[in-house]
Structure formats: C-alpha cells, structure tokens
C-alpha cells in the first residue's frame, strides 16, 4: 500500500506479530485527536530497553528496508529506525524506554479508522506532551488543534505531570507557561 495510513497498518502488522509494545505518535495520532493535515510519514514509538537498540534494529531490518545506508548504526546512536514501508513510505521507529514512553504506550488505545483498518495511537494528552515537547512552530498549532477537538475530555493535569519532567531537560525557555497560556484561553471560552 502507497499510502501514510496502509503504511501504519503495514508496520503494525509485523510490530503485532512480533509482540512488540508500542503506539502510533506524529501525523497518524494527529488524524485521531486533532485537524487532520498532510503527513507523508508514520511515526512510531516501540519500546525496547536501553542496551538492545542493535538487537531491536536487526529484528525490524529483517523486514524494512533501511531509508539510509548506516540505518542500524544510526539507530544504536540515535535509538530512531530510519526504514521505509513496501510502498516506499518513510517510517520513523524511536526507541522507547524512559518512563514517559512507557506511560504513552501503556494508554495508548485502538483507533478504528474503517472496517479492518484499526490502528494504535497514543492518547490526546501524551500526543500534546509529545509535541509540546517537540515545541517547533508546527507542533504548537497541532497542539491547538488537539485542544479544540479534545476540549471536553482532555487532562491538562495529565499533561503537565508528563510534561513537567520532559521539560526541566529540554532547554526550551517558556514551554511550561506557553502551554498554561494556551490551555487556559480554552478554559476561558467555555
């Protein structure tokens, strides 16, 4: 399949089979909890352990191609899988194993896009964490965007209390406040 989502679906397949832990984050979550936009990749995280990146990238190029020549070296650096899917779609598989991580694949849940089409995302509230995390010009409309289709539901204590650790070592002046700011012009408007 050439598409993002039979891309997902395609990477899920194996990751399942395989009895791996993780969830869908980036573009494909964004479809599910905030305004869908264009994404040309799928963003995975899989957990596995500090000290296995090399185990766990041998296990996944026996099935992807690699999007870059040292793909395995990359990921044992780096602990992101650079591979494409058979359709040529780019994959992006971050290794988790901090805590957050854990959390974000422990809630994640299955989205029902059509019959047969089920994928796992992370929730709302770990995908507003991860992109406030992310904090580029883009993740901040996505988080905005989250916050007006989930403004009922979402857990903004859920948020900080993830965010908060994530922050203190991301040298990102204002992330905290930003976000205070931004959830607290939604409170306003109910």
């Known amino acids: 399949m050439k598409t993002v989502l039979g891309a997902a679906l395609e990477v899920q397949r194996f ?3 395989a009895g791996e832990r993780f969830c869908f984050i980036g573009g494909i979550a964004l479809q599910r909890w905030g305004e869908p936009r264009l994404t040309r ?3 995975v995280t899989l957990l596995s352990p500090f000290g296995e990146e090399g185990r766990t990238a041998d296990r996944l190029l026996a099935a992807f191609r690699p999007r870059i020549g040292d793909a395995r070296e990359f990921a044992v650096r780096n602990r992101v899988l650079l591979i494409e899917s058979d359709g040529g779609i780019a994959v992006d598989i971050a290794f988790g194993a901090i805590p957050f991580e854990e959390h ?3 809630r994640s849940s ?3 896009l059509a019959p047969g089409a089920i994928l796992r995302t992370c929730s709302a509230e770990d995908l507003v964490v991860l992109k406030a995390f992310a904090s580029r010009p883009q993740d901040w409309l996505d988080i905005e965007s989250v916050a007006i289709r989930q403004r009922s539901v979402l857990d903004w204590n859920l948020i900080f209390e993830e965010l908060q650790p994530l922050a203190s070592v991301r040298e990102v002046p204002g992330l905290l406040d930003r976000l205070r700011q931004l959830r607290d012009s939604f ?3 109910d």
Do not use: G, K, Q
Request: aromatic fraction near 6%; charged fraction near 25%; glycine fraction near 0%.
């Open 15 to 17: 990751l399942s089979h």
């Open 187 to 189: 409170s306003r408007h």
């Open 41 to 43: 990749d799928v963003d």
């Open 104 to 106: 974000c694949v422990a």
């Open 110 to 112: 299955e989205w029902a």
